[in-house]
């Protein structure tokens, strides 16, 4: 795996991966201007909500729950001070389906924060990473 970062200007970059798909960042927009992107801590949390998401996801399905749709909030705190590294991480799941089975969905869960997300495991080394779920039942 192999990625790239390109400075822009100010704190912009853009990232972009080995397959092509790119993404811009910044640490902080320039004064009077919007800030045009995530910051690289902020992708760092995404990739957990992602790769914890698409677990949860394969996991339930294969299981043969009717999820129709998964979010994943995350939250985290950092410490005071440098390195500003993330010291509690928390990934919130609400899972929406038809009929969906609690056991199912907190081994899905439980599955993907011990064994499979790869994000989150990592990270676990040096913060505290706990998860939630909830079921919202659809028609």
């Not at 985290?76 to 929406?96: G, M, N, Q, S, W």
């Not at 038809?98 to 924060?113: D, G, H, T, Y």
Request: with cysteine; proline share 2%; aromatic share 4%.
């Amino acid at each position: 795996m192999k990625v790239t970062s390109k400075w822009i200007d100010g704190m912009c970059f853009v990232g972009t991966t080995e397959a092509g798909h790119s993404v811009v960042m910044e640490g902080s927009a320039q004064e009077g201007q919007a800030k045009r992107g995530p910051s690289p801590m902020e992708m760092l949390l995404l990739g957990v909500a992602g790769c914890s998401s698409i677990d949860v996801v394969m996991i339930a399905e294969k299981q043969r729950q009717d999820i129709v749709d998964c979010r994943a909030t995350v939250t985290a705190k950092r410490a005071d001070d440098t390195p500003r590294v993330f010291t509690e991480i928390h990934i919130h799941f609400e899972v929406l389906g038809r009929n969906l089975k609690e056991s199912a969905i907190e081994k899905a869960v439980q599955m993907s924060a011990e064994k499979y997300c790869s994000a989150s495991i990592m990270l676990g080394k040096a913060a505290k990473v706990t998860h939630s779920f909830e079921i919202v039942e659809t028609a």
